[in-house]
């Protein structure tokens, strides 16, 4: 069964601290995402990357970095927490193979910044 | 730029009966492909239709369906026979085909389903 799988289901942070996101997919995928999500405004792209060591700019990406070391690992980085940064992030893979294929997500991680 | 509009930030439906989640699109490019995902409680994102730009037909799996009308940037969701764990956030989404490999997302509507 194919899994994208990120590291933390809730999260509570400080203002100001540098936080790490973890996502980690088992197919084998060349492209990897990481998207928030807030109640009105659907998921915003943050960022992805098509290949290792390789990173585009999404929607938003101010506040934010990426880092893709290895194929299956893509970390979301908050250099210095915010509270506008309280939000979902949800973290996505597909293959390159086509139009059609589709994002497998992970659960979600769910940062609350105090 | 891709834009997704979905107008119903939320929706009831009675238990075994139809119901059509709008979503309309602009896009100035004539390849694309149109999304829908489910979002339960639990969170995750799950995958429950597609539609390419140059298919002619309807896209359906079991009791979803999509209502493409080109014409009108138009990609509803239709669900038949609503069951109780229909009840979620249902998000359209559309992909561009020389813009990358990403999605780009509506706002989503909640729809619950009525006992």
């Known amino acids: 069964d194919v899994k994208v799988t990120q590291s933390s289901r809730y999260l509570v942070k400080r203002t100001g601290e540098k936080v790490f996101l973890e996502c980690v997919q088992d197919?084998?995928?060349?492209?990897m995402f990481w998207y928030r999500q807030d109640p009105g405004l659907g998921l915003r792209l943050i960022y992805f990357?098509?290949?290792?060591?390789?990173?585009e700019k999404g929607d938003i990406p101010e506040g934010y970095s990426v880092s893709r070391e290895k194929k299956e690992r893509f970390s979301l980085i908050l250099e210095s927490a915010s509270t506008n940064q309280t939000s979902m992030y949800l973290c996505?893979?597909?293959?390159?193979?086509?139009?059609?294929?589709?994002?497998?997500f992970g659960s979600g991680t769910q940062l609350s910044v105090l | 730029a891709q834009k997704i509009t979905q107008t119903q930030p939320g929706m009831f439906v009675q238990e075994k009966e139809a119901v059509t989640l709008d979503c309309t699109y602009d896009?100035?490019?004539?390849?694309?492909?149109l999304f829908w995902y489910k979002q339960p409680s639990s969170g995750e994102m799950i995958f429950l239709i597609y539609?390419?730009?140059?298919?002619?037909q309807n896209a359906t799996e079991g009791r979803y369906s999509l209502n493409f009308q080109k014409a009108r940037k138009s990609a509803n969701l239709v669900i038949s026979a609503s069951q109780l764990g229909d009840s979620a956030m249902y998000f359209c989404?559309?992909?561009?085909?020389?813009?990358?490999?990403?999605?780009?997302f509506g706002g989503g509507t909640r729809l619950m389903v009525k006992p």
């Open positions: 996505a893979s597909s293959s390159m193979t086509g139009p059609n294929e589709k994002l497998f």
């Open positions: 197919m084998d995928h060349e492209n």
């Open positions: 990357s098509y290949d290792v060591k390789m990173k």
């Open positions: 896009t100035s490019d004539q390849s694309y492909g």
């Open positions: 539609q390419g730009s140059y298919d002619e």
């Open positions: 989404a559309m992909r561009v085909n020389n813009a990358g490999n990403m999605l780009t």
